[in-house]
């Protein structure tokens, strides 16, 4: 706790880090999920 008082900027990186991170979750599991859709519609014709 005593760091982050002292340097606030890593915490400002870690969130900036976190974001990005969270984007790129996004990205894929929302590429899965159309690729599941795709999948199952192909299945049900």
Request: aromatic share 0%; net charge negative; proline share 2%.
């Amino acid at each position: 706790l005593n760091k982050i008082g002292k340097n606030p900027n890593l915490v400002a990186h870690r969130e900036e880090d976190l974001g990005s991170e969270s984007k790129t979750i996004n990205a894929v599991v929302n590429a899965l999920a159309e690729q599941a859709a795709h999948a199952s519609a192909s299945d049900e014709s």
